[in-house]
Nanobody, 119 residues
Framework: QVQLVESGGGLVQAGGSLRLSCAAS????????MGWYRRAPGKQRELVAV???????NYFDSVKGRFIISRDNAKNAVFLQMNSLKPEDTAVYYC?????????????WGQGTQVTVSS
């Protein structure tokens, strides 16, 4: 089992920045990738950014060049630096960790943190 705790959400004006943090605990040695998803009101959850244990990253097109995902393996933490925020970035952001055990994959989720961008 992996437990995830997020922090760093809040209210910011368009053009501003926020930094989200996610701390993992439990069976962290099985984690192969960590990422951030978001769900805006009335929309489906979408992947924002992901980083693998080998530090490969991938971003949703709309956040490329504005968001940066990073991780601190020693602290079992993942971060999302969000710059040049837009009102359409408003959503609940969820931290995700994917574990691999004996060829099976398991997804774990944080409780979510609200990000609101005002115009």
């Amino acid at each position: 089992q992996v437990q995830l705790v997020e922090s760093g959400g809040g209210l910011v004006q368009a053009g501003g920045s926020l930094r989200l943090s996610c701390a993992a605990s439990g069976s962290t040695g099985s984690i192969t990738a960590m990422g951030w998803y978001r769900r805006a009101p009335g929309k489906q959850r979408e992947l924002v950014a992901v980083i693998t244990s080998g530090d490969n990253t991938n971003y949703f097109d709309s956040v490329k060049g504005r968001f940066i995902i990073s991780r601190d393996n020693a602290k079992n933490a993942v971060f999302l630096q969000m710059n040049s925020l837009k009102p359409e970035d408003t959503a609940v952001y969820y931290c995700n960790a994917r574990s691999s055990i004996s060829g099976w994959y398991y997804d774990y989720w944080g409780q979510g943190t609200q990000v609101t961008v005002s115009s």
